[in-house]
């Protein structure tokens, strides 16, 4: 069994184990807003979000890597709402004196959203949206995108590949008192023919808990992607990252900070340092 497999069992067992745990505790008079930082935003309300998140290599070539991701998104009393998504990418490198620089548009994102209440405690999510082809290489060579989104941002590998692909997730979320936790599970389906793995189909596996303590929530969190394709050497045709994270909520702002590293093959090469602002609608 693979590292990548033994971390997600690992994670849905951790998952599971707290869905049980919430359900059968007694509900504080208080409840926890369930807001994770790398989680899908399938179970997240009427928001604007922005995120800058910095990884940096700590190998033997300094570099950096940028990719900024604003997210818009509004719901219905009914739960019915629609977000759209835009990230870009930039990288710096120094080696040895010879600095160069890069800059990319990734795929706009457009979808529709469905919440529901199903009992007090839980809440069901569904996503069904489009990653459109407006990503644009400038002087990064066309692996370096999705190779900076799968250290980054894994799961949303299909706004860093070139072409057309159709995101369908669902998401439930449990929270009782001041714990919550989440689950995401999720499909990538390019549009058209596979030329190379990077066109194969993207499945993708986020789980996250947290714990809200009055305007103050931390979050421990771990994205995992695969692509479904034909067995091949890509280099990572699995990744996953987890990090950590604080949110500080005041009336309808929420600043937060992310610690997150990847766990497959570049582990302990990049630490990415994530800062946000959420804007609640």
Not at 50 to 57: E, K, R
Not at 152 to 160: F, I, L, Q, V
Not at 161 to 169: E, K, L, S
Not at 264 to 274: I, N, P, S
């Amino acid at each position: 069994m693979s590292r990548s497999a033994v971390v997600l069992a690992l994670a849905t067992f951790t998952f599971t184990f707290t869905t049980l745990s919430l359900a059968r505790a007694e509900a504080p008079a208080a409840e926890a807003r369930p807001a994770f930082t790398m989680m899908d935003n399938t179970g997240d309300g009427s928001e604007v979000d922005l995120a800058f998140p910095i990884a940096v290599g700590v190998g033997s070539t300094p570099h950096q890597t940028y990719r900024p991701r604003l997210l818009v998104q509004d719901l219905t009393a009914g739960g019915f709402g629609g977000y759209a998504a835009l990230q870009g990418t930039a990288v710096s490198t120094d080696d040895g004196g010879d600095r160069d620089h890069g800059y990319s548009i990734g795929n706009l994102e457009l979808g529709g959203l469905y919440q529901l209440a199903a009992t007090p405690w839980l809440d069901l999510a569904a996503r069904v949206g489009v990653a459109l082809p407006t990503m644009t290489h400038g002087d990064i060579p066309r692996i370096w995108v999705p190779f900076a989104t799968s250290i980054m941002r894994p799961a949303d590998e299909a706004t860093g590949i070139p072409g057309t692909r159709f995101r369908f997730a669902i998401s439930p979320t449990v929270h009782r008192g001041i714990a919550f936790a989440r689950i995401d599970l999720g499909v990538d389906v390019p549009v058209a023919g596979q030329e190379t793995q990077l066109d194969d189909t993207l499945g993708h596996a986020n789980v996250g808990v947290g714990v809200a303590l009055g305007a103050f929530t931390t979050t421990a969190e771990l994205e995992f992607v695969d692509l479904l394709g034909s067995p091949g050497d890509f280099a990572f045709r699995t990744s996953s990252t987890a990090g950590v994270a604080a949110r500080y909520t005041r009336g309808r702002w929420s600043p937060y900070l992310l610690v997150s590293s990847p766990l497959e093959t570049f582990r302990g090469d990049y630490v990415t340092l994530t800062a946000g602002l959420t804007a609640m609608l």
